[in-house]
């Protein structure tokens, strides 16, 4: 169980920057930055637990949108766990939510809007098609990254020869046929549910 947090502004303020930095590390999406904002929230800080840091990035992987979804519930976690009763729950936790999705966003929006602006203008240049085909491996090792960090919750990784299987035909079937991921998704919840994995 998390203990209440007295977050003073200031502290809002380092998680407001926090987030505006790591927006433009989020080069695969903002699930690649999960293992950053592990360290950074449960460990370095202790604002949340690894319980509700896990349970954040599941809650907002199953559900319809985007992706960056988890970072509006770690925000909200992070704000319930204040505990103040100066003022209610429900307003701490949408002021964690406002100050970490306006943090993720607003760099990489910006910073986007102009990039592929000038990459269109730019996009036969030998330097564009460079830059294209060296993110891959970058975000490729951050989204596998993240996948390790929620893993190790399950227990020892390096050693748990099911998973490593299930994740080794999951991204067979993803890269060589067209069934869509909510089955996958939905066949490795009954694989956990049956304790199988």
Known sequence: MQTALNLQPLDWLNLFLYYLSISLLAVGGAIATAPDMYRFLV????WLTELQFN????????????????????GWNLGLNTGSSAHPAWAAGALGVAVCMLGVLLPSCVLTWAATRWARRNRER????????????LVIGLILAT???LASAHGDVARDWRLWLLSAVTTLLVWRTRLHLLWLLGAGALLGALGWV
């Open 43 to 46: 460990e370095r800080q202790g």
């Open 147 to 149: 996948a390790w960090v």
């Open 126 to 137: 030998r330097s564009v098609r460079a830059f294209k085909q060296g993110m891959a491996p």
């Open 55 to 74: 349970t954040s990035i599941v809650l907002a992987q199953a559900a319809p949108g985007p992706n960056v979804l988890f970072i509006a519930l770690l």
